[in-house]
C-alpha cells in the first residue's frame, strides 16, 4: 500500500456539519470499517478478480493447486478489516452531495491533497487512490502467484514459506484500494489503515452507538500529527463548501469558526452552486 501521486491538489470530504465539527474543532477523522460500507464487495472483489487472473496463467491440472493456495493463505481473511475515511476528486458534485451530505444538507471540506498525504503517511494510514479496473492481468502480483504455483507443482512440495506469506500479505493489504467499476463515478481517495495491527498503529476502537445500530471506528488525530510536523493545522483545509439545500448561511459559519479558534478559515467558505433538488 503506497501513497498515490497525482496531478490533483485538492481532495474533497462531503459529510455533515457535526462531522465538520469533529473535523475541524476536534482536529479528529474517524476512520471507518471498510466492511460495513455501502459496497458488499469491499476487500472481496480484489480477491476474486486476481484469482481470475491467476487463473488464466495456469493449466487446468494447476487449478487445484491454486485454490489450495489461496485457501490457506486466506483463511482469516474474512475477520480481517481496514477502517479509512473517504475522499473524491469532484468538487461540488450533486451525487457526491445526494449520498454523504444528508441530501446536500451538510457540508463539503476541501484538503490540501499534499499535506494529507504527508499527514496520512506520518500517521500510518496512507492516502491512495481507488482502483475501479476489473482487469488484473497486468499486476505484478498475478505473476508472482503464478510463479509459486508453477515452483510448488514442479519441486512436487510447497513453495517457499516466507516468500508466499509476503506476496499474500502484499494482496491482503492492496485489497481495499480495488472497487468494483460501478463506482468509478466516486473518483475514490482513502486514508486506509493497514487489515491488521490497527490498534498497534491507532490505539483503541471506539464505538458510535445509533438507535439501531452500533459502528466500530477508529480516530486519526490530525490536529496532533500537523503539530508533530509543525505544519499550521488550518493550512490543511482550502474551502469548505456549504451544501446546496443546507440551512446553515456563510455568515453562521462563519461566526463559528471564529469562535472556535479558526478565524483562518471564515475567507474560505464558500457556497455551493449546485442545483440539488431535494426529494
Known amino acids: 500500500m503506497s501513497s498515490c501521486i497525482e496531478n490533483i491538489d485538492k481532495l474533497y470530504h462531503y459529510t ?10 476536534n482536529g479528529e477523522i474517524w476512520l471507518w ?6 459496497d458488499r464487495e469491499e476487500m472481496q472483489y480484489f480477491i476474486k478478480e486476481l484469482k481470475i487472473a491467476v487463473k488464466k496463467q495456469l493449466q487446468n491440472s494447476e487449478y ?34 445526494a449520498r454523504y451530505a444528508k441530501n446536500g444538507m451538510g457540508v463539503c471540506i476541501a484538503f490540501n491533497k ?32 503464478s510463479g509459486l504455483i508453477h515452483e510448488s507443482i514442479a519441486n512436487s512440495q510447497s513453495s517457499n514459506n516466507e516468500k508466499i506469506h509476503e506476496v499474500f500479505n502484499r494482496l491482503i493489504s ?3 484500494l ?8 466516486e473518483k475514490e481517495y482513502r486514508l486506509v489503515s493497514l487489515p491488521y495491527n490497527i490498534n498497534e498503529y491507532l490505539g483503541e476502537p471506539h464505538f458510535f ?18 503539530q508533530n510536523m509543525n505544519i499550521p493545522y488550518t493550512n490543511l483545509f482550502e474551502e ?27 475567507k474560505k467558505i464558500k457556497i455551493s452552486e449546485c442545483p440539488l433538488r431535494r426529494f
Request: aromatic share 10%.
Open 33 to 38: 470499517n471498510l466492511r460495513r460500507m455501502n
Open 114 to 145: 499534499e499535506l494529507l498525504s504527508k499527514i496520512g503517511d506520518e500517521g500510518r494510514t496512507p492516502l491512495c487512490r481507488v482502483n475501479y479496473s476489473r482487469n488484473c492481468d497486468e499486476l505484478e502480483i498475478v505473476k508472482e502467484i
Open 178 to 185: 480495488f472497487k468494483h467499476p460501478s463506482f468509478i463515478s
Open 64 to 97: 487445484d493447486c491454486m485454490e489450495k493456495l489461496f485457501s490457506n493463505n486466506l483463511k482469516d481473511f474474512d475477520k480481517l478489516s481496514s477502517y479509512a475515511a473517504c475522499f473524491s476528486e469532484y468538487a461540488d458534485d450533486a451525487a457526491q452531495w
Open 209 to 226: 452507538v445509533e438507535e439501531t445500530n452500533i459502528k466500530k471506528y477508529y480516530i486519526l488525530n490530525l490536529k496532533k500529527v500537523c
Open 240 to 266: 469548505i463548501c456549504i451544501g446546496p439545500q443546507a440551512r446553515v448561511t456563510k455568515e453562521v459559519l462563519s461566526d463559528y469558526f471564529e469562535a472556535t479558534g479558526c478565524k483562518e478559515l471564515c
Open 174 to 176: 492492496s485489497s481495499p
Open 16 to 25: 455533515d456539519f457535526n462531522a465538520m465539527r469533529g473535523i475541524i474543532t
